[in-house]
């Protein structure tokens, strides 16, 4: 079993920028891709952004390309996401998502952490 903890959101004005990190614990090197999701109030979650654990390959949504970028750091078993050019539409809950499977379409999140806000401010 893999578990998830994520820091890192809090408070800023739009433009600015903040660092996200998700440390995974337990069975970590069963992982195979890691991602971010977020959840805006009262939508649903959707998907910002994931790498793959071995090789690093990134995939991220549309809405924040070129504004957000997610690493890992493998020997500390953490994944970041930094977000900068900070948007009020960026509000929302993020979590982290862990998967040890990979479909034709995208990975099975068999992980998920407890979210961290991010609240961006015009």
């Known amino acids: 079993q893999v578990q998830l903890v994520e820091s890192g959101g809090g408070l800023v004005q739009a433009g600015g920028s903040l660092r996200l990190s998700c440390a995974a614990s337990g069975r970590t090197f069963s992982v195979s891709v890691m991602g971010w999701f977020r959840q805006a109030p009262g939508k649903e979650r959707e998907f910002v952004a994931r790498i793959t654990w071995s090789g690093g390959s990134t995939y991220y949504t549309d809405s924040v390309k070129g504004r957000f970028t997610i690493s890992r750091d493998n020997a500390k078993n953490t994944m970041y996401l930094q977000m900068n050019s900070l948007k009020p539409e960026d509000t929302a809950v993020y979590y982290c998502?862990?998967?040890?499977?990979?479909?034709?379409?995208?990975?099975?999140?068999?992980?998920w952490g407890q979210g961290t806000q991010v609240t961006v401010s015009s």
């Open positions: 998502a862990a998967a040890m499977f990979v479909t034709s379409t995208s990975p099975l999140w068999n992980y």
